[in-house]
Nanobody, 122 residues
Framework: QLQLAESGGGLVQPGGSLRLSCAGS????????IGWFRQAPGKALEGVLC????????NYDDSMKDRFTISRDMAENTVYLQMNSLQTDDTAVYFC???????????????WGQGAQVTVSS
């Protein structure tokens, strides 16, 4: 059974960068669609990026596409979210999730990690 664990969150100043990791156990991540989502305080969950089993990337939100990138390392069974030029509005809990079938759409994901807090503040 697949389990996901995020790491790499923390406090960063505006303009800074962070890389989040989503480590999988129990199944190879390249069999799944792996998405990154975030939820800011008082706001709904929103999609960020997703990578499918073929390595194709789906961008869920144009406002982040020039600053955030997704990648995976199958030797480590890990998917990464690289976040650059972070802004205070990027403060949120970031979740990775896995979708059975290997695709990124529709956005119904089956397995979720516990989340990683990212705080952007001076």
């Amino acid at each position: 059974q697949l389990q996901l664990a995020e790491s790499g969150g923390g406090l960063v100043q505006p303009g800074g960068s962070l890389r989040l990791s989503c480590a999988g156990s129990g199944s190879a991540l390249d069999r799944w669609g792996i998405g990154w989502f975030r939820q800011a305080p008082g706001k709904a969950l929103e999609g960020v990026l997703c990578i499918n089993l073929r390595g194709e990337i789906t961008n869920y939100d144009d406002s982040m596409k020039d600053r955030f990138t997704i990648s995976r390392d199958m030797a480590e069974n890990t998917v990464y979210l690289q976040m650059n030029s972070l802004q205070t509005d990027d403060t949120a809990v970031y979740f990775c999730a896995a979708r059975a079938g290997g695709l990124c759409m529709p956005r119904r994901f089956d397995v979720w990690g516990q989340g990683a807090q990212v705080t952007v503040s001076s």
